[in-house]
């Protein structure tokens, strides 16, 4: 090869080597690189919350997901990795070991039911990932195994209906009455049926004239809670008072009893006591046909932010943090329908 041959052929290969060090080191591929290394400092800062949400099931639900993902916004300094379950623990399981393996900062979720959590509650902790429930709790022999809860006293939820009943018992007379209860119970198992079944049954254990006829579970959703009462009413001939565990559920009981030829109301043939007091319902409220509806916060979003931001600061957190709820009835109701958002 002559010369000139020569050079041409060192030259090619030096352009090419330059070209490939470019390429190598990523001066070309530094548009790419420059956008990547743009995103990654960009998001470098974000605080990284994986969130496992049950599903989608009621109106309380879906304003639950609204409240957090309106809290935890890149404007806010979030990157929120959400996750619907749709109501199966095995996918809130899976979902909470993703978390893991993508090694967020925090993890975040409501347990569909309280039971079987311990073992992937460990891995968390093994990875050092901070564990924040809300809404539900889980039932773990070691409360290590979670860094702090956010939600409501649903016990309470359940006591604040059976005091409302025993209440208006009273006023209109009828203490001494045989009163024929069902329960609507919500999904089994989790910490908000249990809470409410348990706090509304502490007040009817008082009055040996309150009967419990029955307690099916309809989900916390409208259509099952249709179903149910569909089959109560065709099995009990003489139902007083439904106590519904949500709003969701009370709209199909409702639906079932007058499409039964019975009535709602304090009027009515049936007492319906009811759970969440969601805009809809409060509606009800207001026109007679649920007698009280007792409030269930799913506005939990901004408490979440206010508890990472602790834990971002370095700053001790309680182990619980309690929502504040109200309970409304046709006397109190209207003042507050207008500014309900959900
Ligand atoms: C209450 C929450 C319940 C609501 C339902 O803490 O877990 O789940 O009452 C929702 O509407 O589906």
């Not at 090419?16 to 400092?41: H, K, N, P, Q, R």
């Not at 379950?85 to 309280?114: C, G, H, M, W």
């Amino acid at each position: 090869m002559n010369k000139s041959g020569w050079h041409k052929t060192v030259m090619a290969v030096m352009l090419v080597s330059v070209l490939v060090l470019i390429c190598g080191c990523g001066i070309f591929s530094g548009v790419a690189a420059g956008e990547t290394d743009a995103y990654e400092e960009e998001n470098a800062n974000l605080v990284v919350v994986g969130f496992s949400q049950i599903g989608s099931e009621s109106v309380w639900r879906t304003t639950n997901t609204l409240s957090v993902q309106k809290a935890l916004t890149k404007e806010n300094g979030y990157f929120l990795i959400f996750n619907n379950a749709r109501q199966k623990q095995e996918n809130q399981i899976k979902a909470l070991r993703s978390f893991i393996s993508q090694r967020v900062d925090y993890i975040v979720f409501s347990p569909v039911t309280e039971n079987g959590w311990d073992t992937v509650l460990e891995e968390a902790r093994e990875a050092g990932i901070p564990v924040i429930l809300m809404d539900r709790m889980v039932n773990v022999e070691d409360a290590s195994l979670y860094t702090t809860w956010i939600g409501s006293d649903v016990e309470e939820e359940g006591r604040k209906a059976g005091r409302w009943l025993e209440q208006y018992l009273r006023i209109t007379n009828r203490q001494k009455e045989d009163i024929n209860i069902i329960v609507l119970q919500g999904t089994l198992g989790s910490s908000s049926q249990r809470g409410r079944s348990s706090g509304f049954v502490e007040i009817a254990n008082q009055y040996t004239n309150w009967h419990i006829l029955d307690q099916r579970s309809g989900e916390f959703t409208t259509a099952k809670g249709k179903e149910i009462m569909e089959q109560m009413l065709d099995r009990y001939a003489d139902i007083d008072v439904v106590v519904s565990q949500n709003d969701d559920m009370t709209f199909g009981a409702i639906e079932a009893i007058e499409e039964s030829g019975r009535s709602v109301g304090r009027n009515g043939d049936i007492l319906i006591l009811s759970f969440d007091a969601v805009k809809d319902a409060l509606l009800l409220v207001e026109e007679g046909k649920i007698a009280v509806d007792v409030e269930c916060n799913p506005e939990q979003g901004m408490y979440l932010a206010e508890v990472i931001g602790m834990l971002e600061r370095g700053e001790k957190v309680e182990k619980a943090y309690v929502v504040e709820e109200k309970v409304f009835t046709k006397e109190n109701v209207s003042k507050y329908i207008e500014s309900r958002t959900y």
